[in-house]
């Protein structure tokens, strides 16, 4: 998530701020297009206000979880509220790269060398202010990260030890390569396999940015394959093996099995791979459980 926000703050200094020479004659200024970008400016404030909202209501129910787990109070209620807050934060990566890709093409019509020199000036200071808030947000989620690796611990919400997220910022020129995309995407496969978590585990957003980074790829867009496979990995980093992500993983696989309409047989087998999920699951085996549930997707396929 923290790696999405910084690629579209770069990715949009980079798209709006490429210089070209000052002596070209500047063509007619679309004024439609310049009211839009306002407009999308605006609304990527609002979205990044928005945000940290969320992040205070998050860190305040983090605190609570810590509270009621000292007591020795039932934190269901409260991880589930923590669980929608992150899943909504998620969400903002996809909505900040569609206005980043419209903010892009909106940046084309209007680069001229008149008006060029003025919209620099006034997005660097937007830029500067972003930046600012940012760093303010940033060591709010340090602070929380720390947190909730402490809970995990105390839950045994975890399958092992995480590799720390390595932060990469954009290239200033924007240019990329087969050599910056495919170790982005390898390292999202190797932490999927290591973690055991499948695509269709990963949230709706996540789900499609291997396939959309590939086909940007084949399609010689190397900037967006880069911002699809960095989103891809950030996302999959974020995934704990822990108690929500066990019950969601078994509701997910009981439905379908539900569906199958499978034979007694395969009822009995697949209605046993479930029983032993929750008795890993009871134990507080998260990672054990896990194992259980990806063999009884495969047997669904």
Known sequence: MRLA??????????????????????????????????????????????????????????????????????????????????????GQSVELT??????????????????????????????????????????????????????AQREKDTCGTAAPMIIQTARGDGKYGKADVQPLLARARATMSKKGVLVADLPAPAQGLEGE???????????????????LVAMVDAVKIDRAFIQAKTARLSTQVKA?????????????VLSDVMQKYNDGNFAAANIRLNALAAMLK
């Open 260 to 272: 199958s309409k499978p034979d007694d047989a395969t009822n009995q087998q697949l209605t046993g």
């Open 98 to 151: 569609q206005m980043s890709d419209k903010l892009s093409s909106l940046s084309t019509k209007l680069d001229s060398a008149a008006e060029l020199a003025v919209r620099e000036d006034r997005l660097a200071q937007r830029e500067g202010k972003l930046a600012a808030r940012e760093a303010v947000v940033g060591e709010r989620e340090r602070g929380m990260a720390a947190r909730e690796e402490k809970l």
């Open 213 to 231: 980074s590939t086909r940007a790829m084949a399609d010689g867009d190397w900037g967006k394959a880069y911002f699809a496979a960095a989103q």
């Open 5 to 90: 926000r910084v690629l579209v703050l770069v990715w949009l200094a980079g798209g709006l701020c490429a210089c070209k020479d000052r002596s070209e004659a500047s063509p007619a200024v679309d004024p439609a297009a310049i009211k839009a970008q306002q407009e999308l400016v605006k609304r990527r404030d609002a979205l990044l206000e928005q945000r940290q909202r969320l992040e205070s209501q998050r860190k305040v129910v983090l605190e609570q979880i810590e509270k009621v787990e000292a007591s020795g109070g039932d934190t269901k209620e409260l991880t589930r509220q923590r669980d929608d807050l992150t899943a909504q934060i998620d």
